[in-house]
């Protein structure tokens, strides 16, 4: 069993589950197909699982780490976004909303993603390579976003919460009615969901 589904904190983890989309951070691995670090690049990316028929061995030598997550939402909160190539177009739409959700960058089409990546990447990891988190009202976070909830990550869906786990969601809670609750999702990411992203989530 390799060492290569992420989850919602943004840790790669072993798991026998399988996920719906492949992620990836640069060479993460050795030649005996061991994880030696998290990450190597800022632009952390989330592909499709089929692309123009092409077929690759998992954690070949010298290519990129072939990482795995259960649905969109987690890819997410583990501050992934979408792949250029072989998303195109949830790429252009993730961009120009992004874009939308987070006007005081002054940013626009014109600028390059990887000034994005570059705050995506200061929004999920601390120094410590310790996960980001903020604090919102539970009124305030779209769909799709993860919370910190009884030290478990929970995905926000419809007014509720439901427990993630690598083979899916479990159960399904009202919203708590506290003052705040730890948001897992990136900030940045958080608010392009409010102006219309919509996550792919694996809710059955």
């Not at 070949?60 to 997550?69: D, K, Q």
């Not at 910190?148 to 399904?172: D, E, M, R, T």
């Not at 009202?174 to 730890?182: C, E, G, I, S």
């Not at 990136?186 to 392009?192: D, Y």
Request: proline share 6%; net charge positive; hydrophobic share 35%.
């Amino acid at each position: 069993m390799l060492q290569n589904r992420v989850d919602p904190f943004g840790d790669i983890i072993k798991t026998e589950a399988r996920g719906l989309w492949m992620g990836n951070r640069g060479i993460l691995h050795n030649e005996h197909k061991k994880l030696q670090r998290q990450f190597k690049l800022k632009a952390w990316i989330t592909c499709k699982l089929q692309f123009n028929s092409r077929k690759r061995e998992v954690m070949a030598p010298n290519r990129y780490t072939e990482l795995f997550f259960m649905d969109e939402a987690t890819s997410f909160a583990a501050g992934h976004r979408p792949c250029f190539e072989c998303r195109r177009e949830d790429y252009k739409v993730f961009k120009t909303l992004w874009l939308k959700g987070n006007p005081e960058y002054n940013f626009d089409e014109k600028t390059s993603i990887q000034k994005i990546d570059d705050i995506i990447h200061a929004e999920r990891m601390k120094a410590d390579k310790s996960k980001v988190t903020f604090d919102e009202r539970p009124e305030n976070l779209p769909d799709g976003t993860f919370i910190l909830y009884n030290g478990q990550p929970y995905l926000v869906s419809g007014g509720f919460i439901y427990l993630w786990s690598p083979f899916g969601y479990k159960g399904g809670i009202v919203l708590p009615d506290v003052a705040t609750l730890p948001v897992l999702t990136p900030r940045s990411i958080v608010n392009t969901f409010r102006v219309g992203y919509s996550p792919q989530i694996a809710l059955k």
